[in-house]
């Protein structure tokens, strides 16, 4: 069975300085998506960035972007200027790709990361 | 643009009770799965449904079934509830039908803000 293991369960930046998530997974599929998901105190998981397997180049949005080892099975997330309002709970999912356009997420325990001003 | 939203937003209930959970998907989308995440912890994935059916299960007991209408809103419902059901309960809503169901073309899914569900 496909597992995500987040190994970091607080991570503290200050204030437009630069901090890194872990995440590593386990799967034996070759083809499959990765993702991060922020969940503020206000509950809603929003989507933050993913990763598709086959492609070598590592996703980028604005100020995040990932490290997308594939072999080493690592997906770690990269946060740029940290802004009071990345304060979070950032969980890494993994798509379980089951032989249909089914979206079964499989998600690590996730990262508590305070921005301290 | 509705997104996906759920209720009610919080819910008490005591042992032994039935609930039910209501979802409403995002606007476009067909397809609802539902998680529950407990107390510090990732979210589990519950069940998916589409056209109506349930079409994946997570490890969950048979306390947990779901129902998806025609206008593809959902409902989760739980039996005989324990403690350890408190929760929050996720709806996550996504796009299957009418596109190329490849894996290249995986629809991402839009989070609900949950019902937080505790029993007493």
């Known amino acids: 069975a496909q597992t995500v293991t987040q190994s970091q369960p607080e991570m503290s930046v200050q204030e437009a300085e630069t901090v890194t998530l872990s995440c590593t997974y386990d799967?034996?599929?070759?083809?499959?998506?990765l993702f991060w998901y922020k969940q503020p105190p206000s509950r809603q998981m929003i989507l933050v960035i993913r990763?598709?397997?086959?492609?070598?180049q590592n996703a980028t949005e604005n100020r995040f972007s990932v490290n997308f080892q594939k072999a080493a099975k690592s997906f770690s997330l990269k946060i740029s200027d940290s802004q009071l309002g990345d304060a979070a709970m950032y969980f890494c999912?993994?798509?379980?790709?089951?032989?249909?356009?089914?979206?079964?997420?499989?998600f690590g325990t996730g990262t508590l990361l305070a921005v301290q001003p | 643009d509705a997104g996906v939203t759920q209720s009610p937003t919080h819910l008490i209930k005591t042992r032994g009770q039935q609930v039910t959970l209501r979802c409403s998907p995002k606007?476009?989308?067909?397809?609802v799965s539902w998680y529950q995440q407990a107390l510090g912890q990732g979210p589990q994935f519950i069940f998916q449904?589409?056209?109506?059916?349930?079409?994946q299960r997570g490890n969950f007991p048979d306390r947990f079934s779901g129902h998806q209408f025609p206008n593809y809103s959902s409902e989760l419902n739980v039996n005989a509830l324990l403690l350890g059901d408190s929760a929050l309960y996720l709806c996550?809503?996504?796009?299957?039908?009418?596109?190329?169901?490849?894996?290249?073309?995986?629809?991402?899914?839009?989070f609900g803000d949950g019902t937080r569900l505790s029993i007493l």
């Open positions: 996550a809503s996504s796009l299957s039908s009418g596109v190329d169901l490849s894996f290249y073309s995986n629809q991402p899914q839009h």
């Open positions: 799967t034996s599929e070759s083809d499959y998506y």
């Open positions: 990763q598709e397997a086959y492609k070598q």
């Open positions: 999912a993994y798509n379980d790709y089951y032989g249909g356009a089914t979206n079964k997420l499989i």
């Open positions: 606007s476009g989308h067909d397809t």
């Open positions: 449904y589409y056209e109506e059916e349930e079409r």
